[in-house]
């Protein structure tokens, strides 16, 4: 979870951008287990398009977070069932 | 009226129908600037219909043919339909022969030693190759016929087996030894439909494109891929000299059919008075076969449906025409109008901004720096506008500014035409000559691929070819630079009229141009509605008006084959009006804009669709993806954001959100 935290904070460097901060994995006890990164993956690939790609993610409160990034521009985005998917933040603004 | 008429006539000369995968239709525009309602209620389109029908599927776009009626001088007497004549009997005769035409391996690089399919039938010329042909012969439909006529052949008949290079991708099959031909079998494809033929309430002919339908004939299957991305890449297996499997194999997949078409569309009428009229020539009695007459019969294309169908390509099919017969201009000679000739060329620009990345602004290359609204390249802002229409010399470096940006075709001429002769089926040549050897001018407008294709991946393949951008005709170039000069008046915002609105004698031509107004006139790689076999006169009697001795499909046969591969092929700054590249979520309150690819979602087999590899994808795909569509106030006027049209995407089939398994679990 750390090393996936400093990832996040990088990209968001990169991208100049301040995006929001996870909840914390380990304070939910509903968290959603059992969830990969492959998972996810697929998942955004299919939600928002194949060139888009997995920075960061975290599962916390039933909700699974990920911070994605295509051509540059990075998303803040959240789900609860991997299917559907809201954009927190983004850099475009 | 009767004794007046010296000649009818088709309109429009070459129609447009789109393929869909729903029963249901709607007829497509009949006069500029019109985008038509698909029908029904509580959609998206411009009077509330829907794109879908209540089963989610898309709807097919119809082209309506009229007959008019002219004197001796030209002059239009009448439309001619059941009001006003006895009966009408539409005679058409289309084709699919994409299998057995020429490989398509780029405008410039065609060989016609190179064939489709090419150990069937080997050695004859397209229109011989019977067995790869989908023809459904000569059909009409005539006055008092009230059910459609369903227009079917038969492809790849009489084949029992054959073989394939072994490099090519196969479906559930991985030869041992790809270096070795693979046996496969043949099992003909029988009643392919490739649209059909109804009548309205006065007897005007409804042409209804097939329902895009595509399939491979062969056990085993070849799956729709490009192989010489996965052997021997950049150009795939013996030095890239088989169309099937090098970088250009997804246009020429073996044993595949679609079912688009091209073709001939003829009337006889016979008159109230009971004379008989016809636009083939030798025609006597009502049911008289003749002979074509290329000025006066018309001209049927079907092609995929235009997903964002309120965008205009930068240069159309329209504009093409306009090209090759400069003498059918109507503004010819004209004082240039900024808004009837510049300001439609900057509102295509801008809408580009919300289906295409580097457009929109942003990807790296242009982030902030493109279309997108409070962008630099934002063409309709206030202020720009106001410099834009004003003649004086104070708004002219800004006039200068759009006109140094704008890209001129190689050649002394700019004409495309020039560096691609003698055309098909004669090998071009005309490239090689000196005076179209030229640095590709990247930075210029517009910044969307060319003709001649990608530069990056003819650089990969060693090849210098001209035109790899896009560049608009003369005849736009030559309005621009009038208007950058102040040499123009600035007229009024045009507003589309209705064809029923329009004079009589101005509804041929509001035909004619609205069939090929909305569609693609390059890059021409090969095209996505009509090939880039538009641009050359000698395939065409006069304007809108395909020649005399063009077999039916031979035209359209340039495509790629099947369409869907290149379809997904072209999904970076191709014809993103067509096919989007991404589309925008906006929010209104913060004026702020997040984008998606527009394809997307889950396959058959609940993988992702593929932004690297999703040739065979697009099959599945194509009826389910997005419109891209203004987005509304309350009040039903378009949202703008710093002026700019807001668009976003509306009506994608929800299923393809959904991986298979979840949708079973559901149910």
């Known amino acids: 979870m750390d090393i996936m935290r400093r990832h996040f904070v990088k990209g968001c460097a990169a991208a100049s951008v301040a995006l929001p901060a996870f909840p914390a994995f380990a304070a939910s006890p509903t968290a959603v287990v059992g969830k990969t990164a492959p998972d996810i993956e697929k998942s955004i690939k299919a939600s928002f398009g194949g060139g888009f790609s997995l920075k960061a993610h975290a599962q916390a409160g039933g909700q699974t977070y990920a911070n994605i990034e295509h051509a540059g521009n990075w998303y803040a985005v959240a789900s609860e069932n991997l299917l559907d998917w809201t954009i927190v933040q983004s850099s475009l603004g | 009226m009767a004794e007046d008429i010296k000649s009818i006539r088709i309109h429009p000369g070459i129609g447009m129908a789109r393929l869909g995968n729903s029963d249901e239709f709607f007829i497509g525009p009949e006069a500029p600037g019109i985008v038509v309602d698909p029908g029904g209620k509580n959609g998206p389109g411009p009077n509330g219909g829907s794109y879908r029908d209540s089963k989610m599927q898309l709807k097919r776009q119809a082209q309506r043919f009229r007959v008019y009626a002219y004197d001796a001088n030209g002059k239009v007497l009448a439309e001619l339909n059941s009001d006003n004549v006895q009966s009408m009997r539409w005679r058409v005769h289309v084709r699919n022969m994409k299998a057995a035409n020429y490989a398509f391996q780029g405008a410039y690089l065609f060989d016609p030693d190179k064939l489709r399919n090419p150990g069937i039938q080997p050695g004859l010329k397209p229109i011989e190759r019977t067995q790869l042909i989908i023809d459904p012969g000569v059909q009409t439909i005539a006055s008092g016929q009230t059910t459609p006529v369903v227009m079917q052949g038969d492809v790849f008949t009489g084949i029992d087996k054959g073989t394939?290079?072994?490099?090519?991708?196969?479906?559930?099959?991985?030869?041992?030894?790809?270096?070795?031909?693979?046996?496969?079998?043949?099992?003909?494809?029988?009643?392919?439909?490739?649209?059909?033929?109804?009548?309205?309430?006065?007897?005007?002919?409804?042409?209804?494109?097939?329902?895009?339908?595509?399939?491979?004939?062969?056990?085993?299957?070849?799956?729709?891929?490009?192989?010489?991305?996965?052997?021997?890449?950049?150009?795939?297996?013996?030095?890239?000299?088989?169309?099937?499997?090098?970088?250009?194999?997804?246009?020429?997949?073996?044993?595949?059919?679609?079912?688009?078409?091209?073709?001939?569309?003829?009337?006889?009428?016979?008159?109230?008075?009971?004379?008989?009229?016809?636009?083939?020539?030798?025609?006597?009695?009502?049911?008289?076969?003749?002979?074509?007459?290329?000025?006066?019969?018309?001209?049927?294309?079907?092609?995929?449906?235009?997903?964002?169908?309120?965008?205009?390509?930068?240069?159309?099919?329209?504009?093409?025409?306009?090209?090759?017969?400069?003498?059918?201009?109507?503004?010819?000679?004209?004082?240039?109008?900024?808004?009837?000739?510049?300001?439609?060329?900057?509102?295509?620009?801008?809408?580009?901004?919300?289906?295409?990345?580097?457009?929109?602004?942003?990807?790296?290359?242009?982030?902030?720096?493109?279309?997108?609204?409070?962008?630099?390249?934002?063409?309709?802002?206030?202020?720009?506008?106001?410099?834009?229409?004003?003649?004086?010399?104070?708004?002219?470096?800004?006039?200068?500014?759009?006109?140094?940006?704008?890209?001129?075709?190689?050649?002394?001429?700019?004409?495309?035409?020039?560096?691609?002769?003698?055309?098909?089926?004669?090998?071009?040549?005309?490239?090689?000559?000196?005076?179209?050897?030229?640095?590709?001018?990247?930075?210029?407008?517009?910044?969307?691929?060319?003709?001649?294709?990608?530069?990056?991946?003819?650089?990969?393949?060693?090849?210098?070819?001209?035109?790899?951008?896009?560049?608009?005709?003369?005849?736009?170039?030559?309005?621009?630079?009038?208007?950058?000069?102040?040499?123009?008046?600035?007229?009024?915002p045009l507003k589309p009229v209705p064809l029923e609105q329009l004079p009589l004698g101005e509804q041929p031509r509001a035909l004619d141009e609205s069939a090929l107004e909305p569609t693609i006139g390059g890059g021409f790689h090969p095209g996505i509605e009509f090939p880039y076999l538009i641009i050359y006169r000698e395939f065409f009697a006069e304007a809108f008006r395909v020649n005399k001795g063009i077999e039916p499909g031979s035209l359209s046969a340039y495509m790629s084959s099947p369409w869907q591969g290149d379809f997904w092929s072209c999904n970076t700054a191709w014809w993103p009006t067509q096919r989007p590249d991404i589309v925008f979520e906006y929010d209104k309150t913060k004026q702020t804009r997040t984008y998606k690819e527009w394809f997307r979602g889950y396959d058959e087999k609940g993988e992702p669709l593929s932004s690297t590899d999703g040739y065979d994808q697009m099959l599945y795909a194509w009826p389910k993806l997005g419109m891209v569509l203004p987005v509304k106030n309350a009040d039903g006027s378009d949202v703008k954001d710093d002026d700019e049209t807001v668009y976003a995407e509306f009506e994608r089939d929800p299923a393809l959100s959904r991986p298979p398994a979840t949708k079973q679990s559901k149910q």
Request: hydrophobic letters at 30%; glycine letters at 8%; charged letters at 20%.
């Open chain 2, 164 to 492: 394939l290079p072994g490099q090519l991708r196969f479906e559930g099959f991985t030869p041992k030894d790809p270096s070795k031909p693979v046996e496969v079998t043949y099992k003909p494809a029988k009643g392919i439909e490739l649209g059909q033929l109804h009548l309205d309430s006065k007897d005007r002919l409804l042409f209804v494109a097939a329902p895009g339908k595509s399939e491979c004939v062969t056990t085993p299957k070849v799956a729709l891929s490009n192989p010489s991305e996965t052997v021997n890449p950049p150009n795939g297996p013996n030095n890239g000299e088989d169309p099937l499997t090098n970088q250009f194999a997804y246009f020429n997949v073996p044993g595949w059919w679609d079912d688009t078409c091209g073709g001939e569309i003829d009337v006889t009428v016979t008159l109230k008075d009971g004379t008989v009229l016809s636009t083939r020539d030798n025609v006597k009695t009502a049911t008289d076969e003749g002979t074509r007459n290329p000025h006066a019969g018309a001209w049927i294309v079907t092609a995929p449906p235009k997903y964002a169908p309120h965008m205009y390509h930068v240069v159309s099919i329209l504009d093409r025409v306009y090209e090759a017969f400069p003498e059918s201009y109507p503004n010819a000679g004209k004082t240039t109008n900024f808004y009837r000739d510049i300001y439609p060329l900057f509102v295509s620009a801008v809408n580009y901004g919300w289906v295409s990345a580097q457009a929109a602004g942003v990807t790296s290359e242009t982030k902030d720096a493109a279309h997108g609204p409070r962008q630099p390249g934002n063409l309709l802002s206030k202020e720009y506008m106001a410099a834009f229409t004003d003649p004086s010399e104070n708004s002219e470096p800004a006039r200068e500014m759009v006109y140094n940006l704008m890209r001129h075709a190689d050649g002394p001429n700019g004409r495309l035409v020039d560096s691609l002769m003698p055309p098909p089926p004669a090998r071009p040549t005309s490239f090689k000559n000196p005076e179209f050897k030229r640095e590709v001018e990247d930075f210029k407008m517009p910044k969307l691929w060319g003709t001649g294709g990608k530069p990056e991946q003819n650089k990969e393949l060693g090849n210098d070819l001209p035109d790899q951008f896009l560049s608009l005709t003369n005849l736009q170039l030559q309005h621009i630079k009038e208007w950058s000069e102040g040499n123009f008046e600035v007229g009024v």
